[in-house]
């Protein structure tokens, strides 16, 4: 064979060659689907808005190879960090307060006397768990991709009432977390039951409300049940999430893969997540008031009122987070600087 012709021949084979390992790789890369475990029904907005953005998120960064498939049923609620940490899915968005005893750090995202919208508070909070709660290694075996909380929380009920003493001995349902130290404060007769099994709660009359944010009246249907809320601008409650990602599943990812997760986690995420969130708020205040819903607003001596029963609170989250290793003053005069 000519030394031309054996080279031409080489280069051919060689281009074949790589041409075959690089498809390889894109059919290995091409179907990388992660299953994203959720609950709550589909138009509540981390299912119509939220997991369709991360999806376009990590289609466009990876030119497609990398994407996200939601099902639901996967589990209940409660059981979202489990599923994910032990590999039934590779993501989902998790309550805190839904695994006591397993998060402390986060409740400070979640203090009575905090008011403002989710875009806000949710970036405050994740710019604090970056500097100073993650220290406390509370989740195993997940990533963190972002923590997010709520628009401020409210107090809907079925029956109109003129202030907070009014709450002392109603039933009423409360998320777990801060919100529940918030009801004792209150005299509250608590119902713990996960959101998707609040309308059933009020419907059947085993509790007279919730405490719930706005967006919930469209997302949940409050609005069918409830017709009065009570709000406080000073704040009274709200809840802390996070979305997470199975940390084996993570590490498995090319490392182009994991650069897309890495660019669309941290601050930036949780105030997009929020700013979804603050739109839900919008449209079930929008739903809620075309069911007739009566919005009263405390006044100044409700206020006080409501600030003179929770003023222990604040304290006993610091010491619970403390006790995680983390300066819970230090980390509370952080998150309020962000704000």
Not at 137 to 142: L, R
Not at 219 to 228: P, S
Not at 260 to 285: F, I, P, Q, S
Request: charged share 20%.
């Amino acid at each position: 064979m000519q030394k031309s012709a054996f080279i031409k021949t080489l280069v051919v084979g060689t281009g074949a060659m790589a041409m075959s390992i690089g498809a390889a790789v894109s059919a290995a890369t091409a179907d990388t689907v992660l299953t994203v475990s959720s609950w709550a029904s589909p138009k509540h907005t981390m299912n119509a808005n939220v997991f369709p953005w991360m999806n376009e998120e990590l289609k466009s960064c990876s030119g497609g190879s990398l994407s996200l498939k939601v099902e639901y049923g996967l589990a209940p609620p409660p059981a979202q960090y489990d599923t994910v940490r032990d590999g039934v899915a590779d993501i989902t968005w998790m309550v805190h307060g839904y695994t006591p005893g397993k998060f402390e750090t986060t409740k400070i995202a979640e203090l009575p006397g905090l008011y403002g919208k989710s875009e806000n508070v949710s970036a405050a909070f994740q710019a604090t768990w970056e500097k100073h709660l993650s220290a406390a290694n509370e989740a195993k075996g997940v990533e963190i991709l972002t923590n997010f909380v709520h628009g401020p929380g409210m107090i809907h009920t079925v029956k109109p009432i003129s202030g907070f003493k009014d709450l002392n001995g109603m039933k009423l349902r409360v998320g777990g977390g801060v919100a529940n130290a918030i009801g004792r404060a209150l005299g509250v007769a608590g119902v713990n039951v996960p959101a998707p099994k609040v309308y059933e709660t009020i419907s059947s009359g085993v509790a007279d409300g919730v405490f719930f944010p706005m967006e919930t009246m469209y997302a949940f249907k409050v609005a069918e049940l409830t017709k009065h809320t009570y709000r406080n601008t000073d704040g009274i409650y709200t809840t802390s999430f996070a979305i997470i990602l199975n940390s084996d599943t993570f590490q498995s990812l090319s490392g182009a893969h994991q650069k897309c997760v890495e660019n669309m986690r941290g601050v930036k995420m949780a105030a997009k997540v929020g700013a979804y969130w603050d739109a839900a708020d919008d449209l079930g205040m929008e739903k809620g008031l075309e069911a007739g819903l009566v919005i009263t607003d405390a006044n100044d001596a409700d206020k006080a009122y409501f600030k003179e029963l929770t003023a222990s609170i604040e304290a006993d989250v610091l010491a619970e987070i403390n006790k995680r290793g983390v300066d819970g003053k230090a980390a509370l005069a952080f998150f309020k600087s962000q704000l």
